[in-house]
């Protein structure tokens, strides 16, 4: 039985600034924002938006009401939660409105989370072959004003239905994965900024990669030959390059264009985005298949997925016949088209906004946020949420 993606799908909120813009703010040369770190816009959140909201935002942009009585299962990735308590993907699964018997859960391991969320809807489906299941990564990337890491923040969600005979991408059996207790990147509970060792996360990411990579030609026989494309978890759009270089001279003149052809199209949507965290891996796969026009069905796509402290992992999927059929790709150009810049001092207003701490109540006003699906303040230590299309 084939199981895979069915359907994918994402959500980012309607503020962004522009790279050039925060560098020269920040007394940087544009240049090393936007070609040393590969960086155009960084999404913004604004309070009205948090990892709930932008995950069911990405859900409600791809469910129908099959799919809303068949999940059976919703798994929530995410390193920024809400709750040390109550899972994400209790509150996605009221906002969009699913079938009351569903098992839903939050699952954390850095970045790697949504793939960890991939692996675990394969084994559920494989036992259930009817049931679908909702795995959602979502994120605001967060480092801190004038920090080393401000240019590779960002904040979005997307969206997966994983089920049997998907239509976009059926994920192959094998994969290699690997962990090693190290500290490149963490965030203790009492901080709401991550902390990071760029360097180093940088050299143990691209180590990961090559460890992988070998033991997956070793199990597989397969070489660089196989694949269409690579795409790679992009904490910023340079990264996934450094890694692809590693292994490029492996493959044939005509792979090596290929693969670097399409890891560009890879990339473009994580450029104008930034880093989403859980998501992110899977936002690279989405602008391959939405702006790559000629991609074959049949075709091997390579992912990449890794996750700081560390955890990654190889996997592969193979383009399934009418992928294309299933994407939103006019929906997802609208968000694109769709945004509002602010300049640097808004975003750094926005930034500073936080929600109380203390117990306070608090209103927003929604109206200028775009989205269906808003947060609308707190009352008693609880967010509220609403769905304007209830
Ligand atoms: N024009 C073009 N490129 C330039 C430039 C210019 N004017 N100035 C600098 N650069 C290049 C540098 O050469 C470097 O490229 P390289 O990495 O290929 O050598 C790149 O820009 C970044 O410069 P660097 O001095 O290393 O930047 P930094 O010390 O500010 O750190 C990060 C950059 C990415 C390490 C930092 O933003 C970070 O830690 N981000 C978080 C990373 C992360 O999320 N890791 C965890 C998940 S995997």
Known sequence: MKIGIDKLGFYVPHLYVDMNKLAVAR?????KFTIGIGQEKMALAPITQDPVTLAANAALGILDETDKEKIDFVIFATE??????KSAAVYVHHLVGLNPHARCIEVKHACYGATAAIQMAKGHVALNPESKVLVLGS???RYGLNTSGEATQGAGAVAMVISADPKVI???????????????????NYSDKAFVDGKFSNEQYILFFSKMWEQYKEKTGLDL???????FHLPYTKMGMKALKTVLDEG???TQQRLAANYKISAEYNKNVGNIYTGSLYLSLLSLLEQKEDLQAGSRIGLFSYGSGAVGEFFTGILQAGFQDHLYVEE???LFTSRTEVSVPEYEEIFQETLPTDGSNIEFNIDKDPA???LVGMTDNMRNYVNKLR
Not at 27 to 31: Q, T, Y
Not at 171 to 187: C, K, P, V
Not at 225 to 231: K, R, S, W
């Open 27 to 31: 007394n940087i040369e544009p240049a």
């Open 80 to 85: 920024t939660g809400i709750d040390h308590s």
């Open 139 to 141: 994120d605001i990337a």
């Open 170 to 188: 059926a994920l192959e059996a094998q994969s290699t994965y690997l962990t090693d207790d190290i500290m490149d990147f963490w965030r203790p």
């Open 225 to 231: 030959n196989d694949f269409e494309a690579l795409c």
């Open 252 to 254: 044939t003149e005509a």
């Open 332 to 334: 997802h150009k609208g």
């Open 372 to 374: 269906a699906i808003c």
